[in-house]
């Protein structure tokens, strides 16, 4: 693309000044079909474009953190679940990880590998809700329900492996609470292969349509400082250009030896850290996470699933900030000690999804109301992660 | 990822040397994986610049800010203080490693400088603690509730804060059914 | 006015190709289940040997330990055991569970140490039912009381009168030390 | 009953009550809202395997065309207020389905500060459905119970 089109693509098609009319205030959920869970925006609106916008949340503030304080860590665990619902496993590692560190318990290597498989499946299942619900907000109900159909064969999965469709509470301390046999391990891996087939064929349906590209080309750029400066993480932070993904620059369980990409915003039909790529970024993180999970299953060994872990789990007096990367990015546990009590003192949920949320008051700026949906929509935000 | 060992010590002598002994700091190698520098509240938005601005350190990413209420019923020696506590992390934007900044405040009128003009979410992480833990941050661009009703009262990540009987007409608790079946 | 012919003519190319994917799904099997009738077989059998579908005790299995009691975050079960002339050990005396409020996190299941059977049927004494359903009218359906209720109340009569023929017993046996005990208090 | 003998094999006898039952079950349409876990488990009913429309049952995005809502997730107090109008911008005769533990009695989360504990202290409940949440087939049980209540109603004689 040439510079001088490129320009011309990128000037809003109405100037703002254009419109003299008195400014609307438009109110925008928490019940909207195509906000992601209850979440609210309050948009003082010109003719089609956005003056201001107020986002409102706390919809589904259900105080996560306030019920740490007065449990056993064990008990928490269920709850972490609940923190990000679309990847349930994520969380659990997250904080499963956090108090081993804290408290040096050691992981059979099996166990290991069981918690990626459910991480990595998990990780594609959230990735399919972002791409399936994007064209469904953008007014295209169709690649939502093949999208659906792929997470029930990935749900029938998850249910032998965990026992749940979602909110699995499937890792322990030290552990995982149930084995799988080979035929699991089988059954994966052949649907592994059909998943590569599924994926290729998602991306012709709509990663090709040209309405599709148009509603997301170049619509809520965010630049890669700007994203920085925003505390984007995960896939909106690398469409934006930046390949930070914490299974590479600070890995954990067995990522080390894992042989993956991190794939980048580039900006293939606009301008890198638009909304395709933030749509492009996540197919090819599904690939990705295919490419892990054929690893996993070539390297998977028997062996015990549970370390010994004291019944009642009293961590030494201090406090972590454990961070992972999770579907919807860093997923950072604060966690407090006080070294007495088997509760933690205090447990601070940092997730992705809350601070993808702080970019929108002033990314909205400017834009077209149809274009609002289409730059929430492509965030992947899910309501609790923000709210907890 | 870890902290070189040398950064800190850099990290410490750049704070020394920049502000001449004017901010009181301190840098622990705490257990968690990433080291934590002790300040003065008052000295917060110095700190933060330097770490930020500062083309040797550049820790632009803002990971979160996180508080914490000290109440009396803590008995740990390691953190002897009554009060609140803030635990910002900041991360480098190229590889990744972080480094917090750890500060205190006092039980009544807990106060701290705004760091919001730093990064671009530091405002949501400032509104989340002020809503949950009432800690006010001094020149804030925009200090509202954002989690609770905006008719909310206290702050319910206090370990003194107690719930009414009812919010809006709505019970707050219930009892189970199965307490309706007990055999006594 | 060639590219606006373009922009025509790739926007209906490309969502007919969508289009062709979806009809390819026409012609394939349908994945819909037909739920309630018109089943090969009914849908708990066609789940995993581990689903967590409904928590069930085997009242037979119990020993009414009370660990899983203490094992649940959100106290969702309530069992009582006593001592009884049934059997040795504790007797169970009544065990419910709120299904209503039961969040199907497998922490009670780990807890119990009752177990029963080879690799094929292994349960544990409170276990996971593949049976899902069970929604009710009102809240109080979804109690589920596994020792019925006059039973209950029958064994806990039992349970009396045995703590009582013990205690009767006990203060018989150490009757002679008893009183200087009572002095000191 | 002579005359029900008297008729032709092709006449289908029924009362009015029935008639309203019968239709009125088939075509519940269900409002497009979700709060938590449970809307994701909502939109798999709605999806290809459970396909919720087998029972004539069409999402619909605005209260005023549903008849029928379901409560799918945690309900908190910020959001209470907004669930009542929802509720009371719906037209008769309505219904609702409490789906999962939260919204049946707070569930897992009834130690929460700002969670209300159980959706019935805001608005009357027809079904109650355990799970945490419930699978898709749960969610269709729970909707055939509803049917055979609405068939059971009687809207003429009162």
């Known amino acids: ?388 | 990822m870890n902290f070189p060992a040398a950064h800190l010590e850099k990290l410490a002598k750049l704070v020394d040397s920049v502000y001449n002994g004017a901010v009181s700091s301190e840098i622990v190698q705490a257990d968690t994986k990433i080291p934590v520098l002790k300040i003065n509240s008052r000295d917060i938005r110095k700190v933060v610049e330097l770490v930020v601005h500062h083309k040797d350190l550049g820790f632009t990413y803002l990971n979160t800010i996180s508080g914490t209420h000290l109440a009396e019923t803590r008995e740990d020696e390691s953190l002897d203080l009554k009060g609140f506590e803030m635990f910002y992390v900041f991360s480098n934007s190229q590889d990744f490693s972080s480094l917090a900044i750890k500060t205190t405040l006092p039980e009544n009128n807990p106060e701290i400088d705004t760091i919001d003009d730093f990064s671009g979410s530091a405002n949501w992480f400032e509104r989340e603690i002020f809503d949950l833990l009432g800690v006010n941050f001094k020149n804030s661009q925009d200090l509202r509730r954002i989690m609770l009703p905006p008719d909310w009262e206290g702050h319910p990540l206090r370990k003194d804060f107690k719930e009414g009987s009812h919010y809006n007409g709505i019970p707050t608790t219930r009892s189970s059914e199965l307490e309706a079946i007990r055999i006594e | ?185 | ?158």
Not at chain 1, 99 to 126: C, D, H
Not at chain 3, 77 to 99: P, S, V, W
Not at chain 3, 129 to 137: A, L, P, R, W
């Open chain 1, 1 to 388: 693309m040439t510079s001088a089109t490129r320009e011309k693509e990128l000037k809003p098609r109405v100037e703002i000044t254009q419109i003299s009319g008195t400014e609307i205030e438009v109110n925008m959920g928490p019940h909207h079909p195509s906000t992601h869970g209850v979440i609210r925006f309050i948009l003082f609106i010109d003719g089609e474009i956005v003056v201001r916008a107020v986002p409102d949340v706390g919809y589904l503030h259900r105080s996560i953190e306030k019920i740490a304080e007065s449990m056993p860590y064990s008990f928490f665990m269920p709850y972490t679940d609940r923190v990000d619902y679309v990847a349930a496993i994520n969380c659990n590692l997250g904080y499963a990880l956090a108090i081993e560190a804290m408290g040096g318990l050691e992981v059979p290597e099996r166990a290991t590998w069981l918690r990626m498989i459910g991480v990595e499946l998990n990780r594609i299942m959230s990735h399919l809700v972002g791409v399936g619900a994007l064209p469904l907000d953008l007014g295209a109900f169709t690649p939502f329900v093949h999208a659906l159909r792929e997470r029930e064969h990935m749900m029938d999965l998850l249910e032998i492996l965990t026992g749940t469709r979602m909110n699995n509470n499937y890792i322990r301390f030290g552990g995982v609470c149930q084995d799988v046999d080979d035929e699991f391990l089988k059954k994966l891996e052949k649907y592994l292969d059909h998943f590569v087939l599924f994926l290729e064929e998602y991306d012709r349906l709509i990663g090709t349509n040209k309405i599709f590209i148009e509603r997301l080309k170049n619509v809520g750029i965010v630049s890669g400082e700007k994203a920085l400066s925003y505390s984007f993480s995960g896939p909106n932070l690398r469409a934006s250009g930046i390949g930070l993904d914490l299974r590479k620059v600070d890995p954990y369980c067995f990522y080390n030896d894992m042989k993956f990409d991190v794939p980048v915003g580039k900006g293939i039909k606009g301008t890198v850290g638009d909304s395709f790529d933030r749509y492009i970024v996540r197919i090819e993180e599904m690939a990705e996470c295919e490419k892990i999970l054929r690893q996993i299953l070539s390297k998977i060994k028997e062996g015990p699933i549970q370390s010994k872990v004291p019944k009642k789990l009293v961590l030494p007096a201090g406090e972590a900030y454990h961070h992972t990367e999770s579907a919807r990015g860093e997923l950072g546990y604060h966690i407090i000690s006080d070294g007495k009590s088997a509760s933690p003192y205090r447990i601070k949920i940092r997730t992705g999804s809350f601070a993808s949320m702080t970019s929108l008051a002033e990314i909205f700026k400017g834009m077209m109301v149809a274009d609002v949906i289409a730059y929430f929509a492509s965030l992947d935000i899910v309501a609790p992660e923000v709210d907890r």
């Open chain 4, 1 to 158: 009953m002579s005359l029900y003998h008297e008729m032709p094999e092709n006449i289908f006898v029924t009362s009015v009550d029935q008639l309203l039952g019968w239709s009125r079950k088939h075509s519940l349409w269900w409002l497009l809202f979700g709060l938590a876990c449970c809307s994701i488990e909502l939109m798999h009913t709605g999806g290809p395997r459970a396909d919720i429309e087998r029972f004539g049952s069409a999402p619909r995005g605005t209260p005023r065309q549903a008849d029928l809502i379901i409560i799918a997730g945690t309900l908190t107090y910020k959001m209470a207020s907004r669930l009542k109008l929802l509720y009371e911008q719906m037209a008769e005769p309505k219904y609702v389905i409490s789906m999962g533990s939260c919204s049946n009695c707070g569930g897992l989360f009834d130690k929460a500060y700002s969670v209300v504990k159980g959706v019935d202290q805001i608005m009357p409940v027809d079904v109650y459905l355990p799970g945490c949440p419930p699978r898709p087939e749960a969610l269709l049980e729970a909707l055939v119970i509803l049917q055979k209540k609405i068939q059971k109603e009687k809207y003429l004689r009162k």
């Open chain 3, 1 to 185: 006015m060639t590219t606006y012919l373009k922009n025509i003519w790739e926007a209906s190319a490309t969502v007919f190709e969508g289009m062709a994917i979806t009809f390819s799904y026409l012609l394939q099997r349908p994945i819909t289940v037909q739920y309630p009738d018109r089943l090969k077989e009914p849908v708990p059998k066609t789940l995993p040997k581990n689903y967590r579908g409904r928590l069930m005790v085997d009242t037979e299995l119990c020993t009414a330990c009370a660990l899983c009691q203490k094992a649940c975050p959100i106290d969702v079960i309530e069992m009582k055991g006593a001592r009884t002339e049934r059997k040795k050990g504790l007797t169970l005396i009544y065990f419910n569970i709120y299904h209503g409020k039961c969040m199907y996190c497998n922490l009670c299941v780990e807890a119990c140490p009752a177990e029963e059977g080879d690799e094929e049927a292994h349960h544990t004494a409170i276990y996971f039912k593949k049976d899902f359903e069970g929604s009710g009218y009102e809240l109080k359906d979804l109690v589920e009381q596994f020792i019925p209720r006059e039973e209950a109340i029958q064994r806990l009569k039992e349970a009396e009168e045995t703590a009582a023929k013990r205690a009767a017993k006990a203060a018989a046996e150490s009757a002679p030390a008893e009183p200087k005990k009572e002095g000191n208090a």
